[in-house]
């Protein structure tokens, strides 16, 4: 996928994950249609992707479009106060990126929000795309711009990760003492049971007793991971009164080696 194809893909996502909080913030079903580029008093942030994608994202966000989404959040009646605004802003589009990491389109990348500002008049440089968030609960539409670039980094640690790989295929330890090194890292290993997303609302109704349905049957392996990377899959089994995990699958030697750039 080019760097066009692959920014223009997660422009969409971003919006599609906006446009998700939102909905279930307000309680609402929301829709997402093309506009035009947000003019006069906006919002303005940035999100900065690391690791598995590399760029900058801004975001420009109408300021009528943002009182309107936070009077319904918040049951504001009459004037926002600037500091109910900028929190409702934040937790919206931190809850938007958050989601946004666990898709796809992410390639497992950190974002993070940079910065969250008002500005005016802000146009878009380069690639872009503009949007509005719109329902029937909202007196005004949401309208968004979106632009800058992603890309897949070719990094050090990503070359130094495939060299390793590469020889970790070709040799053994016995014939090559310089995969001892490699062999002595500790690396944290996470077992993945299943799952799920929450609206914000169901998520501050849960308690003791609640039941979360994560999907799947009790009969699926569950997936063991490295550095946010899935290495293998298991099943659950007790040893010796303890949980532990019985490997039915594993990844490549070289996908395992991989995990360690992380």
Do not use: C
Not at 87 to 93: A, I, N, Y
Not at 114 to 125: F, I, K, N, Q, V
Not at 140 to 159: K, Q, R
Not at 206 to 230: C, H, M
Request: glycine content about 8%; proline content about 6%; overall charge negative.
């Amino acid at each position: 996928m080019s760097a066009v194809s692959l920014t223009r893909e997660f422009f969409g996502a971003l919006v599609d994950e906006l446009a998700i909080v939102v909905g279930a913030m307000i309680d609402a079903t929301p829709s997402v249609v093309p506009g035009a580029p947000a003019m006069g008093r906006q919002w303005l942030a940035t999100v900065q992707a690391e690791g598995g994608l590399a760029g900058t994202i801004t975001l420009v966000l109408d300021y009528d479009g943002s009182v309107a989404v936070t009077k319904l959040m918040t049951g504001i009646d009459g004037e926002v106060p600037a500091e109910a605004l900028v929190d409702t802003l934040r937790e919206v589009l931190a809850q938007a990126i958050s989601a946004l990491s666990l898709k796809p389109v992410a390639r497992g990348a950190t974002l993070r929000l940079d910065r969250l500002g008002e500005e005016t008049d802000r146009m878009p440089e380069g690639e872009w795309s503009a949007h509005a968030i719109a329902a029937d609960k909202m007196a005004t539409p949401l309208s968004l711009t979106v632009w800058g670039s992603i890309a897949v980094p070719v990094a050090p640690a990503e070359t130094a990760a495939a060299s390793a790989a590469t020889a970790v295929t070709q040799t053994s330890p016995e014939s090559d003492p310089r995969i001892e090194v490699l062999l002595d890292i500790d690396l944290p290993l996470v077992v993945r049971f299943g799952r799920t997303e929450l609206p914000l609302r169901q998520l501050m109704r849960l308690g003791p007793g609640s039941v979360i349905d994560l999907g799947r049957s009790p009969d699926d392996p569950v997936e063991v991971l490295v550095s946010n990377r899935v290495v293998a899959l298991g099943e659950v089994v007790v040893v010796s009164g303890s949980y532990g995990i019985r490997i039915l699958d594993v990844v490549s030697q070289r996908e395992r080696v991989r995990s360690m750039e992380a």
